[in-house]
């Protein structure tokens, strides 16, 4: 069992920047964020793919949001930047993932609760 709690959500305004943390109870190799807004799907963010050494992105947030992981402290980070309404969403810590594609959320077996971003214009 791998227990995940995430925190750093908020509300900012466009162009403002928030870190997510995502703190778990032990280490897994490949750990991801995703999010979903309000009618919408689930839908992968970023990925952190085995050792933290290798990242995926989603097209959409590329160049303005950064994941890393500290596997000694089993924190996972999302620092996002240049934050848009549209990336107003709920945002999940995922863990355990199967390494294949990253931003699948059915590759994940444990999740987090979530913390809510929320942009403002």
């Known amino acids: 069992q791998v227990q995940l709690v995430e925190s750093g959500g908020g509300s900012v305004q466009a162009g403002g920047s928030l870190t997510l943390s995502c703190a778990a109870s032990?280490?897994?190799?490949?750990m991801a964020w995703f999010r979903q807004a309000p009618g919408s799907e689930r839908e992968g963010v970023a990925a952190?793919?085995?050792?933290?050494?290798?990242?995926k992105y989603a097209d959409f947030v590329k160049g303005r949001f950064t994941i890393s992981k500290d596997n000694v402290k089993k924190i996972l980070y999302l620092q996002m930047n240049g934050l848009k309404p549209e990336d107003t969403a709920m945002y999940y810590c995922?863990?355990?993932?199967?390494?294949?594609?990253?931003?699948?959320?059915?590759?994940?077996?444990?999740w987090g609760q979530g913390t809510q971003v929320t942009v403002s214009s």
């Open positions: 952190s793919v085995g050792s933290g050494l290798s990242t």
């Open positions: 032990r280490y897994t190799n490949c």
């Open positions: 995922a863990a355990d993932g199967l390494c294949f594609d990253g931003l699948v959320s059915h590759e994940y077996k444990y």
